[in-house]
T-cell receptor, first 114, second 115 residues
Framework: AQSVTQPDIHITVSEGASLELRCNYSYGATPYLFWYVQSPGQGLQLLLKYFSGDTLVQGIKGFEAEFKRSQSSFNLRKPSVHWSDAAEYFCAVGAENAGNMLTFGGGTRLMVKP | DGGITQSPKYLFRKEGQNVTLSCEQNLNHDAMYWYRQDPGQGLRLIYYSQIVNDFQKGDIAEGYSVSREKKESFPLTVTSAQKNPTAFYLC??????????????FGPGTRLTVL
């Protein structure tokens, strides 16, 4: 079975600084990988996804993520954080022949300092 | 506007009562899902349905029940058998083209509190 680890429970960055949120997965074959964002008390919004092909994936709101098979990682990055990016971020992994089931990481809460 | 609606946004229940959470989608998606979210634990799958009149248990189905009588609707009942029902409940839907990797889209959630 697949699993996902988000090592950082909380991260605080200054507005305008760069951001990297870590995601490590465990799965034997090529995974399907997703990043979602959740504002307090809201549902999840898809930021980006990786299925195959180019390992650098561009998403909405200026986010990107890079799939590194050798490191089993799918880290989310943004070059310059805005105060509105403060939220909780979830990495999720899906698997071939597993239906559309997703396994979610525990989430990383991002705080942005003015 | 296409999307997923969940109601109510907040729900309070006394111990021993069953409650039903509503989830409706107008995205014409075949598949629908229910997740439970607790602080620091990410999302855990309760039930999912690939098609009308069919549904499958997820990782934490005990104490919950669902129905799928219409493509648009996938209500979740939290029964009195659920020992710790206070949580945030999220509904999602997706296509089921390949059965792998179809993107799930989420509703705004229902916060259930047991008094």
């Amino acid at each position: 079975a697949q699993s996902v680890t988000q090592p950082d429970i909380h991260i605080t960055v200054s507005e305008g600084a760069s951001l990297e949120l870590r995601c490590n997965y465990s799965y034997g074959a090529t995974p399907y990988l997703f990043w979602y964002v959740q504002s307090p008390g809201q549902g999840l919004q898809l930021l980006l996804k990786y299925f195959s092909g180019d390992t650098l994936v561009q998403g909405i709101k200026g986010f990107e993520a890079e799939f590194k098979r050798s490191q089993s990682s799918f880290n989310l990055r943004k070059p310059s954080v805005h105060w509105s990016d403060a939220a909780e971020y979830f990495c999720a992994v899906g698997a071939e022949n597993a239906g559309n089931m997703l396994t979610f990481g525990g989430g990383t809460r991002l705080m942005v300092k003015p | 506007d296409g999307g997923i609606t969940q109601s109510p946004k907040y729900l309070f229940r006394k111990e021993g009562q069953n409650v039903t959470l509503s989830c409706e989608q107008n995205l014409n998606h075949d598949a629908m899902y229910w997740y439970r979210q607790d602080p620091g634990q990410g999302l855990r799958l309760i039930y999912y349905s690939q098609i009308v009149n069919d549904f499958q248990k997820g990782d934490i189905a005990e104490g919950y029940s669902v129905s799928r009588e219409k493509k648009e609707s996938f209500p979740l009942t939290v029964t009195s058998a659920q020992k710790n029902p206070t949580a945030f409940y999220l509904c999602a839907s997706s296509t089921w083209f390949s059965g792998s990797g179809d993107t799930q889209y989420f509703g705004p959630g229902t916060r259930l509190t047991v008094l």
